[in-house]
C-alpha cells in the first residue's frame, strides 16, 4: 500500500512564502513523477506543478517565476517553495505520484489527503 502525507501548509499574508512538503512511503519500485494540485472552493482541481527530474518540471502560468518544485528521489519526496503568495493562491493543495508498486503490471496515481493554504491579510 502507497501512501503520501503532506505538510507546511498554513495561512500566511499577501507576499509571504510557505513551503509543502509531501513523503511517498510504502511498497514503491520507482516513481516516475510527481506533483502538485491545488482545489479552491467551488473550482476543479488543476495543475500547480509537476516534476519528473529537477531539471524536467511543468508549472502553471500563473505560478512561473514565483513557485519552484524540487524532488529528493532518495527519500521519495517532492516539495513546493512558494513565494510572492496572492490572494488567489488560496486552496487545498494535493500532492500526487505516478508510481511503480513491485509485481503489479503498470504504474498508478496516489494522491495525498491535502493541505490547506490560506493567503490572506
Known amino acids: 500500500q502507497v501512501q503520501l502525507v503532506e505538510s507546511g501548509g498554513g495561512l500566511v499574508q499577501p507576499g509571504g512564502s510557505l513551503r509543502l512538503s509531501c513523503v511517498a512511503s510504502g511498497s514503491i519500485e520507482r516513481i516516475y513523477m510527481m506533483g502538485w494540485y491545488r482545489q479552491a472552493p467551488g473550482k476543479q482541481r488543476d495543475l500547480v506543478a509537476r516534476?519528473?527530474?529537477?531539471?524536467?518540471?511543468v508549472y502553471t502560468d500563473s505560478v512561473k517565476g514565483r513557485f519552484t518544485i524540487s524532488r529528493d528521489n532518495a527519500k521519495n519526496t517532492v516539495s513546493l517553495q512558494m513565494n510572492s503568495l496572492k490572494p488567489e493562491d488560496t486552496a487545498v493543495y494535493y500532492c500526487?505520484?505516478?508510481?511503480?508498486?513491485?509485481?503489479?503490471?503498470?504504474?498508478?496515481?496516489?494522491w495525498g489527503q491535502g493541505t490547506q493554504v490560506t493567503v490572506s491579510s
Open positions: 516534476i519528473i527530474s529537477n531539471d524536467n518540471s
Open positions: 500526487t505520484a505516478f508510481i511503480q508498486e513491485p509485481r503489479r503490471s503498470g504504474a498508478s496515481d496516489y
